[in-house]
């Protein structure tokens, strides 16, 4: 049996997926409050930046962090907290 190439792992994906490893439909449920319906429905309408790796569907915690922050909405002492 053959090693496969040791580039083969560690091969660009185009995704800078960094040291935070993928999230799941469950743990983003339990971060964000909501439920799986809602979450899908986000996904389907393209709402919310996602990985899909074949039926699975994946979230990178710092594109999560991201698109909180877009959605983060400023009161009136100023503008919204990190």
Do not use: N
Not at 15 to 29: A, I, N, R, S
Not at 30 to 41: A, C, F, M, P, Q
Not at 52 to 77: D, I, K, M, N, T
């Amino acid at each position: 049996m053959t090693d496969p190439a040791p580039d083969a792992a560690s091969a660009p994906l185009g995704v800078d997926v960094g040291e935070e490893e993928l999230m799941t439909v469950q743990e983003v449920c339990g971060l964000l409050k909501v439920t799986k319906d809602w979450l899908y429905d986000q996904v389907e309408a393209r709402q919310i930046p996602h990985v899909r790796l074949g039926r699975h569907v994946r979230f990178h915690p710092a594109q999560l962090r991201a698109y909180l922050q877009e959605c983060s909405v400023p009161g009136p002492q100023g503008p919204a907290l990190p």
